[in-house]
């Protein structure tokens, strides 16, 4: 199966060193509905999706899986991209 991809038409503007994020990726097993939220790091939820899809997991995950997470601007100077909480 090939790998899932979604085009999303954000841009997210550079930030001054240190800035950080929230997101939350929410799933309903049910209606197979994920929802992916974003703000800058202390503010609250929002109340509207950066990303609202309809997929069924089971057709890309095992029963048992592990997540990860990766980020890059290719700006060639070095990035740090942490998982802070």
Known sequence: MPPLMVTLQTTLSPDPP???YTVWV???GTSKLMQVYMVKEGNQKPG???LNETIDLKEYLKQESYFGFAASTGDPRIELNCVLK
Do not use: A
């Open 48 to 50: 509207e999706p950066l």
């Open 26 to 28: 929410d799933y309903n």
């Open 18 to 20: 240190g800035v950080s």
